[in-house]
C-alpha cells in the first residue's frame, strides 16, 4: 500500500478528484496551501492500482513542470482496508520506486569501489585461507550483483543512460576486483588445497541452475518489496569470488583453474541477466508512454537474444570440458 502525494497548482485538485473517484481509491485529501502556491493532494491507493494510478497522474499533468509526485510507503492503516475480492498485485513497488532502487545499486562512485575493493580483500583472503565463513562475508557484501540486475531493468524500460552507466560499473567493479585479486595472488603464496578455492575452478549444469533460480529470485524480491531475501541471492550466486580465483590463478600461473574459474563467472553472470530479464519481462514492467514502449520493445528483444545465445554457448563449452572437470 502506498500514498501517492501529489504536490501542484490548486488548479489541478479537481483532476486529481477525479481520477481518485473514477479508480476508486481508498482515500484522498488536500492540504491546502497559501494563496498563489502549490497545494498537497494525498490518495491512500492499494497495491494493485498504485502503478496505475501513478501512470495517470502523469499523463494529467504532464504540461505542468512544476509538479511532482512522491510516493510514500504505508506501514499499516486502521480501519484496515476489505480486501475481499480485491486483486492482489504481484509487483509491490511501482516503476519509479524499482528504477530508484536500482538506479542507487550501479553507480559508479567511490562508495562502491570502496565496497569492491573490501569485498575482494575479504573474499581473497577467505579463499586462500579456506574459510568459508569470510567468503560468505564477502559474498553478503555483493557489491557487482547490483550493476547486473540494473542492466536487465534498463533494457526493460528501454533506457540507455541508466544502461551504459550499469554497464560502465560492471565492468569498472569486475576490472578492479580482478587487478587486486591479481596482485594479492603475486604477493600471497597460492594455497590449492582450499576447498573454497578450488570449489571455484569448476561449473556444471548443477551451478548454472542455481544461478538462474537465484537470479530470478534476487528480481522477484526486489518487485514484491521483499528486500531481505536478496542476501540469500547474494550468497548462492555470488560474482565476487570466482572473479578473485581467476586473479588468484592468473598470478599463481594455473591457467587450468583460471579458466575454469572465469567459465564460472560467465555462468553466473549469464544466468544472473538472463533470469532478472525474463523475471522484468512477466512482471509487466514496461514504460508508461506508447512511444517509449515501442523504444523498449526492440531492446528487450535484443537483450534477451543476446543471453541466451551467450547461455546456449557456454552450456556448448561445458559440454565439451573434459572429464572430471565438471560436477
Not at 60 to 69: F, G, M, N, V
Request: hydrophobic share 50%.
Amino acid at each position: 500500500m502506498r500514498i501517492i502525494e501529489v504536490i501542484a497548482d490548486e488548479g489541478h485538485i479537481d483532476t486529481l478528484r477525479g481520477i481518485a473517484e473514477h479508480h476508486e481509491i481508498l482515500d484522498f485529501w488536500v492540504v491546502h496551501s497559501e494563496p498563489g502556491e502549490r497545494s498537497s493532494v494525498r490518495l491512500l491507493v492499494r497495491p494493485a492500482k498504485q502503478q496505475t494510478i501513478v501512470d495517470v497522474i502523469q499523463k494529467a499533468l504532464a504540461s505542468d513542470e512544476d509538479s511532482r509526485i512522491v510516493i510514500l510507503p504505508v506501514e499499516a492503516t486502521l480501519p484496515r482496508p476489505d480486501e475481499e475480492g480485491e486483486k492482489r498485485s504481484a509487483v509491490m513497488r511501482t516503476r519509479e520506486e524499482l528504477y530508484q532502487n536500482i538506479e542507487g545499486g550501479c553507480r559508479l562512485d567511490n562508495n562502491y569501489l570502496l565496497m569492491v575493493i573490501l569485498s575482494t580483500v575479504v573474499a581473497t583472503i577467505g579463499l586462500i585461507e579456506d574459510n568459508v565463513a569470510v567468503v560468505i562475508g564477502a559474498m553478503v557484501i555483493a557489491p557487482l550483483l547490483g550493476p547486473n540486475i540494473a542492466l536487465a531493468f534498463a533494457s526493460s524500460l528501454g533506457e540507455s543512460r541508466l544502461f551504459w552507466a550499469a554497464l560502465r560499473t560492471n565492468i569498472a567493479g569486475l576490472a578492479l576486483a580482478f587487478g587486486l585479486s591479481f596482485l594479492i595472488g603475486w604477493l600471497w603464496k597460492l594455497n590449492l588445497t582450499s576447498g573454497e578455492l578450488m570449489d571455484r575452478t569448476h561449473v556444471g549444469y548443477a551451478g548454472m541452475t542455481l544461478a538462474l533460480a537465484s537470479g530470478a529470485a534476487g528480481v522477484l524480491s526486489l518487485t514484491s518489496g521483499l528486500s531481505s531475501a536478496l542476501v540469500g541471492v547474494m550468497v548462492a550466486v555470488a560474482i565476487l569470488p570466482p572473479t578473485a580465483t581467476i586473479g588468484l590463478m592468473l598470478a599463481g600461473q594455473q591457467y587450468d583453474f583460471a579458466l575454469g574459474a572465469a567459465m564460472l563467472l560467465a555462468v553466473n553472470i549469464v544466468c544472473v541477466n538472463l533470469a532478472a530479464k525474463l523475471v522484468f519481462l512477466t512482471r509487466g514492467i514496461k514504460p508508461r508512454t506508447w512511444l517509449e514502449k515501442q523504444k523498449a520493445r526492440q531492446s528487450v528483444v535484443l537483450y534477451t537474444l543476446f543471453w541466451l545465445v551467450l547461455l546456449v554457448l557456454l552450456i556448448v563449452l561445458m559440454a565439451v570440458q573434459p572429464p572430471g572437470t565438471m560436477q
